[in-house]
Each structure stands twice: as C-alpha cells, then as structure tokens.
C-alpha cells in the first residue's frame, strides 16, 4: 500500500500563500487533498488524475488554489494563494485507484490511503 507524507504546513496572515506537498512511495492515478478544521466535517479540496493539467476544486479554494502532480516524482503539490482565515485547519493528502473514464472526483469516489496531516493556520 502506498504510503504519504505531507509538509509545508505553517502559520500566515491572511493574503499570503503557502505550498504543501505530499511524497509517496509509488503511483496511484488519483490524487488528492483533504481539510479538516475544529466543528466542520472533513471536505474535499482539490484532486487530480495522473497525467491531467487541470484539477477539479471545491468551490470556495477556486482561483486561489492549485493542484499539480510531478508523476516521475510521485509528488503532489497545492498552491495556496490569497489565504483567507476559513482556509485555516489540517490538510491531508489522499490517494485512490479509478478506472480513466471515472477521473478523480473527490465527491463522487471515496479515497483509501490518507497521510497524517499538515497544520495550516491563518489568521487575520
């Protein structure tokens, strides 16, 4: 089973960026992130499917956040930009097996592999 290890965690302003990355230990297609934050359910973020440019986002991190993958690298990475205090919590990396046809789709397909989390903190 692949194992992920996220980092880049940190505390900011509001504004400012951050950029976490998850390494694993081989290749799954889909990749994605997770948050989870004190009194909320944990929600999707973003995900994406090997060898894809775009990713598919919720909707609130849309235009602020990207996604990308270094395939040969087995890395994932999230650009954080324009952080807003409601971006504040844990983010974890997950990974997951989908047919092509079915794409990543953090809403419709549940993922299995999950890395322990990187804190985010940002504060007005």
């Not at 650009?79 to 990396?93: F, I, N, S």
Request: with cysteine; proline share 3%.
């Amino acid at each position: 089973q692949v194992q992920l290890a996220e980092s880049g965690g940190g505390s900011v302003q509001a504004g400012e960026s951050l950029r976490l990355s998850c390494s694993a230990s081989g290749f799954t297609n889909c990749m994605g992130w997770f948050r989870t934050a004190p009194g909320k359910e944990r929600e999707g973020v973003a995900d994406i499917f090997a060898g894809e440019h775009d990713g598919y986002y919720t909707e609130s991190v849309k235009g602020r956040f990207t996604i990308s993958r270094d395939r040969a690298k087995n890395m994932l990475f999230l650009q954080m930009d324009a952080l807003k205090p409601e971006d504040t919590g844990t983010y974890y990396c997950a990974s997951g097996r989908r047919a092509p046809w079915q794409g990543c789709r953090f809403d419709k397909y549940p993922y299995d592999v999950w890395g322990h989390g990187t804190q985010v903190t940002v504060s007005t």
